[in-house]
């Protein structure tokens, strides 16, 4: 008889996969199919967005930039902050932008240099390592949203608590399930909705957006950047892998999952609606949650999609010595590069 493991790991691997990528389908057939059956699952997104109706909350003079907490409407009934990094340094055109997406921590803050409770830190940045800070010190205006679930946006209960790191993911996602939503497509909209956002502030140019994010953040940068193609490119840290190797060996927050996705594809499918816009994979040799073996079957799944779609080159990685965290600076340095001009291979 198996073991319940054997008969759950059976199970999912047997998932049809019936949108997977296959060399014999054009590559734009394929990407439509898939990118509509991805909606779909993650619970499809307003046929109408609500008017953002942005509210300033504050405004602080930084060293080398300004940050902005602004306020937006993402959903009707719902609100988001984020915070918006300017150089300092007087702009003289539009500058290009990143859109900065925290994992599982304490939120926004925890991405920007600040404790939670908005003062300054001055201890260990922990796995993000204020790559929102980082990103604006490259010369890009950075938007740090506060992610649904952590920080400013949780349960009473949750805010309540004392504890800055305590998240209100599980209720907020088994909420969604039961009408039919996702965790997962509700913080890919909100992102888009920041996007909506950044291309409305002078400082932005709109033609040249980038997006960057680590672990659940990996998540939603990852699938935000595949289903909008305003997002010229993006980095995917501590995330990309294949769902068989990282969030079905172990017990992982709610909003990991995204219900009869294995129905469609796997996760390198998925990514590789990005193509033909650039891709760079960050993934740590010892990280315990995103392995590299997993790492490494994703990035083959995705050159080949890369291939097909003819843009090979536009995939890149970095497989560094370290765990489940930030490593910084060849990711920067790719997206100075992919953002210095517009991209030119937005629409496959």
């Not at 046929?47 to 930039?65: H, I, S, W």
């Not at 003062?119 to 990103?135: E, I, T």
């Not at 970095?318 to 990711?331: L, Q, S, V, Y």
Request: overall charge negative; hydrophobic content about 40%.
């Amino acid at each position: 008889m198996e073991s319940l493991e054997q008969y759950m790991k059976q199970l999912t691997a047997s998932a049809v996969q019936s949108a997977a990528f296959r060399e014999d389908i054009p590559y734009g057939e394929w990407r439509a199919k898939l990118a509509a059956s991805f909606t779909g699952r993650l619970g499809r997104f307003p046929d109408k967005r609500a008017a953002l109706a942005p509210v300033l909350l504050e405004r602080v003079a930084c060293n080398g930039y300004i940050r902005e907490r602004v306020e937006i409407t993402t959903y009707d009934g719902l609100r988001m902050a984020m915070y918006l990094l300017i150089p300092g340094q007087p702009l003289s055109s539009p500058c290009p932008a990143v859109l900065a997406i925290h994992g599982h921590g304490y939120g926004s803050r925890e991405i920007t240099g600040l404790n939670p409770d908005g003062s300054q830190r001055q201890g260990d940045p922990g796995l993000h390592k204020d790559f929102a800070v980082s990103l604006v010190k490259q010369g890009f205006v950075v938007a740090a949203p506060e992610v649904l679930g952590f920080g400013d946006r949780r349960l009473a209960e949750d805010l309540e608590s004392g504890e800055p790191g305590r998240n209100s993911c599980f209720r907020l996602s088994s909420a969604l399930l039961m009408a039919g939503q996702t965790m997962a497509g509700y913080r890919i909209y909100e992102s888009m909705r920041a996007l909506d956002y950044m291309q409305m502030r002078e400082e932005v140019n709109g033609e040249r957006l980038g997006i960057m994010g680590i672990s659940g953040g990996g998540l939603v940068a990852g699938f935000t950047a595949a289903l909008d193609q305003r997002i010229s490119c993006a980095v995917v840290s501590g995330y990309a892998n294949t769902f068989a190797d990282s969030i079905l060996t172990r017990n992982h927050c709610l909003d990991n999952y995204i219900p009869g996705i294995l129905l469609e594809a796997e996760m390198p499918d998925l990514l590789g609606l990005i193509a033909p816009r650039g891709l760079f994979l960050e993934s740590g040799d010892t990280d315990p949650l995103f392995g590299p073996a997993g790492a490494e079957q994703a990035l083959d799944g995705l050159e080949a999609i890369y291939n097909a779609a003819g843009h090979g080159g536009q995939i890149e990685a970095d497989f560094f010595a370290g765990g489940h965290e930030i490593h910084g600076e060849p990711a920067y340095a790719w997206l100075r590069k992919r953002l210095a001009g517009a991209s030119s291979d937005k629409h496959p």
